[in-house]
């Protein structure tokens, strides 16, 4: 599922991202699953102790010769992450279907990781996006809220205070 800044692309107001984030949808036990796709894809893998890197932040980076484009693949089993990848939007470009995040949850994503980059997506996506689940966006919000010890609700009250947005 693509998150991050090419997610952004759909829900809010384009901005410069020099990579592609990629959740997978599963844990850093199929790495060697994955390391075998990226050779096929013939990608350069970025970090020199890539199982160390990958257990370390649960992200495989590499990078295509081709487009020279970085793209991160994001190991993923939380229950969040499991419920947004079931979520997802799939989107057709070109011949192709791609699986996207939901508005939803790349506010919650974002709201979550907290920097001011974020912030200022969160408040794009809500220009953008006029009816969004806010019940499930305060659901998740509450849960990480306590989780994490910091109060997300109150980040998106605040945030949703200044646009129009319709639950739906």
Known sequence: MIIGGQALLLYGEPRLTKDIDITLGVDINHLDKILEIVKKLKFSILPKDVEKFVA???????????????????????????????RAKRIKIDDFYLNYISAEDLIIQK????????????????????????????????????????????MWEELKGFYSIKST
């Open 111 to 154: 709201l979550i990781s907290n920097r001011p980059r974020d912030i200022e997506d969160v408040k794009s996506i809500l220009l953008k996006q006029k009816k969004l689940d806010e019940k499930y966006i305060r659901t998740w919000l509450e849960i990480f809220s306590k989780t994490l010890d910091m109060d997300f609700l109150k």
């Open 56 to 86: 370390e932040t649960s992200v495989l980076p590499v990078k295509d010769p081709e487009t020279d484009m970085r793209i991160d693949f994001i190991f993923s089993w939380t229950p969040f992450e499991k419920e947004a990848i079931k």
